[in-house]
């Protein structure tokens, strides 16, 4: 109805927030635990209706910085950053075997995940190559028996097309593109670069995109920086006003 509705009413800090494939619940991080410091932060999942309270969804003696719920229901998925200054990825079931399964759990750097839309496959950022530069990975989920190098010169924020035929990422100033083979044997195409993202906000602890549900649009957030002019004015219900107006 154009209205805005606050769902996080504890903490000082809850952020990160990712759907649900249902559309009916959200993850996300906070620190409504308490505790304080960086290990004080879980992961939750709360109705967008606000028919019950968060539930806290996942605790891990690190603090947990992102998180995202396989599109069948069955996984949680999140990422710790640990002792030492490691981020590393761990899942779980969510019934049955809760039991923690290592995915990308080794001395470098591991952020911004990104499971499949059939659930197979996890994208993420990581630095676990001899130049320590960011670059885009995919190991099969849950098994994580190998890992595979995605783009060829730098990459972050992973996003699946819901197609789950196209990985797209930034590379640079750059939004990337990936043709890919789902299934068992993924077979991965060519990096291509599909459109400057230059002045778009960058980040990096999770993806400042997003993909539409039709594949063709993207969201992002504009950086402004040193070049914004005056106040920023948010009307809502903008086109209907307008509409009323040249009515009359």
């Known amino acids: 109805d154009g209205t805005r509705q606050k769902l ?48 806290l969804l996942q605790h891990h003696k690190f603090g947990i910085w992102e998180g995202e719920i396989s599109r ?11 002792a030492g200054a490691n981020s590393n990825i761990y899942a779980r079931r969510l019934r049955g075997d809760t039991a923690l399964v290592p995915i990308a759990v080794d ?30 990975y995919l190991t099969p989920f849950p098994s994580a028996t190998s890992t595979r190098l995605v783009s060829r010169d730098g990459g972050s924020e992973p996003r699946w097309a819901h197609s789950g035929r196209e990985l797209f990422y930034k590379s640079g100033s750059q939004l990337m593109s990936v043709d890919v083979t789902p299934g068992p044997a993924l077979t991965i195409g060519t990096p291509r670069p599909l459109f400057s993202v230059a002045g778009y906000r960058f980040a990096r602890n999770r993806p400042q995109y997003d993909v539409a549900p039709d594949d063709k649009r993207f969201v992002m957030i504009k950086d402004l920086g040193g070049d914004a002019r005056g106040d920023v004015i948010y009307v809502e219900n903008w086109f209907k006003e307008l509409l009323a107006k040249v009515k009359r």
């Open 8 to 55: 996080s009413q504890d903490g000082t800090v809850n952020w990160r927030p990712a759907w649900t494939a249902d559309g009916r619940s959200v993850l996300f991080v906070s620190n409504r635990r308490g505790g304080g410091g960086q290990n004080g932060y879980d992961l939750f999942r709360m109705p967008v209706d606000g028919s019950a309270p968060a539930e």
């Open 72 to 82: 069948d229901g069955e996984w949680v998925v999140f990422r710790s950053d640990e």
């Open 107 to 136: 001395p470098s750097l591991t952020t911004q995940v990104a499971l499949s839309p059939d659930g197979r496959w996890l994208a993420y950022t990581g630095t676990g190559n001899a130049s320590g530069r960011y670059e885009i």
